[in-house]
């Protein structure tokens, strides 16, 4: 059956926790990684700093987008409020492209003038915790991602991710400037850490800007919705001008549909409304569009299969032979 206001109401809330869950996450991570920074004099610390400080920025543009893309639509926006949350991830992902430059530059000012590393091991821990919890706030928001459909949630689990895997890199550069004395590796992991965060942001603002652009749904997704058409194949003639797209977490379809012209409104009116039903149930928050046509409205020049003209009763198949 189709979705309820009640699971959509569950949606919205769940999308809200994982948002001020990860608001509040990449605060204390923020605060921690510089002053972690200030103490030890490590660039990769610093470069952590400073890549947390753009995470705490976009998760709380991603906490406020939230809480307008969930509102229903209304008269000045018929349509709703989900682009909203497209432009949030799409601020998200290139916000990250400045802080990877200042990062290659501040990595380069260190290679010029290498400081010592102090407090290492505190550096170490620290790092080896942001790791821990970044990694466990990944794994969170990615769940509340995958069930919400969130775009602006998924972008905030990159982040994540790119945390954790940028703390990990920067606790082992920590353990191999200790026991060798290489300072160069500091800057080094620095600018890696900048090539890795330039990596996750472009297929993320590639996909908010297609989705801005009104970019069809999936291969995948549209492929489900042709099958789930095709079940109705003994009712209608043929389908076409199938058009999708998405809006935030919501869906649109709209396709021409061909019936028999010797239909009643009401017969095809049934027919699309359970189509839509089908539609709507296998894509919770679909808003499906159909245009109904009569099968005397195309040039057809080859009988088609439908039930009616099968029984020999379709009087413009007739006219045909």
Not at 100 to 113: A, D, L, T, V
């Amino acid at each position: 059956m189709t979705s309820s206001p009640h699971d959509h109401s569950q949606q919205e809330s769940q999308r809200f926790r994982a948002a001020t869950f990860a608001l509040v996450v990449t605060l204390v991570l923020t605060v921690g990684k510089f002053l972690i920074a200030h103490i030890t004099s490590s660039v990769g610390v610093l470069s952590e700093g400073i890549h947390s400080s753009l995470d705490l920025l976009s998760a709380a543009v991603a906490f406020f987008t939230i809480r307008e893309a969930i509102k229903p639509a209304d008269a000045d926006h018929p349509f709703g409020h989900g682009k909203i949350e497209t432009l949030s991830s799409l601020l998200e992902a290139t916000l990250l492209v400045p802080a990877s430059f200042f990062i290659f530059y501040e990595s380069y000012e260190h290679w010029k003038n290498p400081t010592e590393l102090k407090e290492p091991w505190l550096a170490f821990g620290v790092m080896v915790v942001a790791l821990l919890v970044s990694f466990a706030a990944f794994l969170h928001n990615r769940g509340a991602a995958k069930s919400t459909e969130s775009r602006a949630i998924e972008v905030n689990a990159l982040h994540f991710l790119a945390d954790a895997a940028t703390s990990g890199g920067v606790a082992l550069g920590i353990v191999v400037i200790y026991f060798t004395g290489l300072t160069w590796i500091d800057p080094l992991i620095g600018i890696l850490i900048g090539l890795y965060i330039l990596y996750l942001s472009a297929p993320q603002i590639w996909a908010a800007v297609q989705e801005l652009a009104d970019s069809r749904l999936p291969d995948s997704e549209i492929a489900e919705i042709e099958a789930l058409i095709k079940t109705y194949a003994n009712r209608i003639i043929e389908i076409h001008d199938l058009r999708t797209r998405k809006s935030g977490i919501n869906r649109y379809i709209e396709f021409h549909l061909t019936t028999c012209g010797k239909e009643t409104v009401e017969e095809s009116h049934q027919v699309c409304d359970e189509m839509e039903h089908s539609i709507e149930t296998r894509f919770p928050r679909a808003t499906v569009s159909i245009h109904v046509e009569p099968c005397g409205n195309h040039d057809i020049d080859q009988p088609i299969q439908c039930a009616r003209s099968i029984q020999g009763e379709c009087e413009f198949r007739k006219k045909l032979k």
